[in-house]
């Protein structure tokens, strides 16, 4: 788990910049798929829980104002190195809802070993991912669009009428689940790191099948944090051409004293595969979030990155080595650093318009 007990306190009492709860569901449902700095931190808070067990990442989005029922689903296969966790929470009227992918866990060897994984996989006829990523959505893409579509029909994620967290529970009717008042209306993915890749191939799933039709039509936002390249340059463009402009990866970038580069949108290297982003790059700047016209360029070899890094999170706990000023850490990778530079963005335009909601 990457969130500490001082983290956890702040962020569950829902008080983002000014000690505000935000109205998240109103943000969500009037927003016309543009950047909002409330959606984008509250998304963070939602990556970063989802490392959590799902009741506290129900806690957490309902104390910003999004009362929901939180569906979560893990599914492993170790011999093939794959493991995925979702959750997807739905505002209790059910008019919008927040598809979370989780990343890499720390102390998780099969999620490193699919988070390395490069070789590529293909995914219909949208040409070449990274087979760990692709491995990580496969098990998960069905019980997750079935859920979707209860959403789309008035009913309720979870299975119980009155439950509010389900777990792990796989079987899944379209006809089933508590009525609710209205539909989904507006859909957000988001996750952290490799929970980022899965978010952005979640996308690519839903604006390539035609049987999601209907749910692309809902989709209002996908929102990363630290996500590494997905797919081949073909796979890039064909993303860019139908959903690229709902895509916005956050990317952490070199604030001295506070944090480096993160090491993980910048791989993998050219020596390992000719890997591309596509979507809007925000980074991180003393102002938060900023929109750059340039992708993050790539680490040189894989050999090469893996030694910056190391030093880098030795750089982070040295003094006497912090001047090295290293170009990536893994260290910055971590979510709550994510939410810090968020929760930043969100004062800043809170105040540019004069204390008034975002």
Not at 183 to 203: D, E, P, R, V
Not at 250 to 263: E, F, M
Not at 312 to 325: D, H, I, M
Request: glycine share 6%.
């Amino acid at each position: 788990m990457f969130v500490t007990n001082v983290e956890r306190r702040e962020e569950r009492k829902g008080a983002p910049a000014n000690g505000r709860a935000i109205d998240l569901l109103g943000k969500m449902e009037r927003n016309e798929r543009e950047y909002d700095e409330a959606i984008a931190y509250a998304l963070s808070l939602a990556s970063a829980w989802s490392y959590a067990d799902p009741q506290a990442l129900h806690d957490v989005m309902n104390s910003l104002g999004f009362e929901n029922r939180c569906y979560a689903i893990t599914l492993n296969n170790d011999a093939r190195f794959a493991r995925t966790s979702a959750s997807l929470l739905q505002h209790v009227d059910g008019s919008a809802a927040i598809l979370c992918l989780r990343g890499t866990e720390p102390a998780s060897t099969i999620d490193r070993l699919a988070d390395a994984s490069v070789a590529p996989d293909r995914l219909h006829a949208w040409d070449a991912v990274r087979s760990g990523v692709y491995r990580s959505r496969k098990p998960m893409a069905r019980y997750i669009a079935c859920r979707l579509r209860r959403a789309m029909n008035a009913r309720s994620v979870v299975d119980q009428e009155g439950e509010l967290v389900s777990v792990d529970a796989p079987v899944c009717s379209d006809a089933t689940g508590e009525p609710l008042r209205h539909h989904l209306k507006a859909l957000y993915i988001t996750g952290h790191g490799l929970g980022g890749a899965l978010a952005a191939l979640a996308a690519a799933t839903i604006f390539q099948d035609k049987e999601h039709e209907g749910i692309r039509d809902v989709v209002r936002g996908i929102y990363t944090y630290g996500q590494p390249r997905i797919g081949n340059e073909i796979f890039a463009r064909r993303c860019q051409n139908t959903y690229g402009h709902l895509l916005y990866r956050h990317v952490l970038c070199r604030i001295r004293p506070i944090h480096a580069n993160d090491s993980v949108p910048v791989f993998p290297p050219p020596s390992i595969g000719r890997f591309e982003h596509f979507g809007h790059e925000l980074r991180s700047s003393a102002a938060g979030w900023v929109f750059s016209e340039q992708p993050l360029q790539r680490a040189d070899t894989a050999r090469f990155g893996s030694t910056v890094d190391v030093l880098a999170w030795v750089e982070q706990r040295l003094s006497l080595v912090r001047r090295l000023q290293l170009p990536f850490s893994s260290d910055d990778h971590a979510p709550h650093r994510y939410v810090s530079v968020s929760q930043r963005s969100l004062r800043l335009r809170r105040s540019e318009l004069g204390g008034e909601s975002s």
